[in-house]
T-cell receptor, first 118, second 115 residues
Framework: GAVVSQHPSRVICKSGTSVKIECRSLDFQATTMFWYRQFPKQSLMLMATSNEGSKATYEQGVEKDKFLINHASLTLSTLTVTSAHPEDSSFYIC??????????????FGPGTRLTVL | KQEVTQIPAALSVPEGENLVLNCSFTDSAIYNLQWFRQDPGKGLTSLLLIQSSQREQTSGRLNASLDKSSGRSTLYIAASQPGDSATYLCAVRSSITGANSKLTFGKGITLSVRP
């Protein structure tokens, strides 16, 4: 099956710093990428959806100036958490699909990035 | 607003048992439903995807069924093994176009299969 990678897998940073997480589709073209966050024992909550070459669409309650998303190519999307605070500590998961095959396409998920803000 | 519910939150069974995991959703106007597996601290692995026009999908020891009119799906696991221990998430896609093309997830069922 298709593979989505994320880097880094874990990051620890000080409060106030910015952290960038990369998401890559390794063997398919990700026309659409999604970013989720997951708190312990909770469901995945969609943060934003991005189509290649377009601005991301953020879900209600997600600060777009804090969570910067760039989907510059068909294989790479980045999430930058700006001025991170302890409450931003979470598990961030990216996902990708090739919408040219909708509606039968499967959404593929990355392995996740554990962010800890001290 | 679509809501997906998975009950119970956790399940423990002895090895070899056949089991059923349930998923319910509030809006029956879905395009497809997907079952995922998540191991602790890891991402999601897609297990089965059922289109709205389909009733079930099978892969190995897994069988997923969909009853769109009643807003329910079940994941059947035959002859469970300790390696099946994980959290199983159900997700529905409510639209295929534009910003509404997104999956809504349940909280998952954490399965433990005892040797």
């Amino acid at each position: 099956g298709a593979v989505v990678s994320q880097h880094p897998s874990r990051v620890i940073c000080k409060s106030g710093t910015s952290v960038k997480i990369e998401c890559r589709s390794l063997d398919f073209q990700a026309t659409t990428m999604f970013w989720y966050r997951q708190f312990p024992k909770q469901s995945l909550m969609l943060m934003a959806t991005s189509n290649e070459g377009s601005k991301a669409t953020y879900e209600q309650g997600v600060e777009k100036d804090k969570f910067l998303i760039n989907h510059a190519s068909l294989t790479l999307s980045t999430l930058t958490v700006t001025s991170a605070h302890p409450e931003d500590s979470s598990f961030y998961i990216c996902s990708a699909r090739d919408r040219r095959f909708a509606p039968t396409d499967t959404q593929y998920f990355g392995p996740g990035t554990r962010l800890t803000v001290l | 607003k679509q809501e997906v519910t998975q009950i119970p939150a956790a399940l423990s069974v002895p090895e070899g048992e056949n089991l059923v995991l349930n998923c319910s959703f509030t809006d029956s106007a879905i395009y497809n439903l997907q079952w995922f597996r998540q191991d602790p601290g890891k991402g999601l692995t897609s297990l089965l995807l059922i289109q709205s026009s389909q009733r079930e999908q099978t892969s190995g020891r897994l069988n997923a069924s969909l009853d769109k009119s009643s807003g329910r799906s079940t994941l059947y696991i035959a002859a469970s093994q300790p390696g099946d221990s994980a959290t199983y998430l159900c997700a529905v896609r409510s639209s295929i176009t534009g910003a509404n093309s997104k999956l809504t997830f349940g909280k998952g069922i954490t399965l433990s299969v005892r040797p």
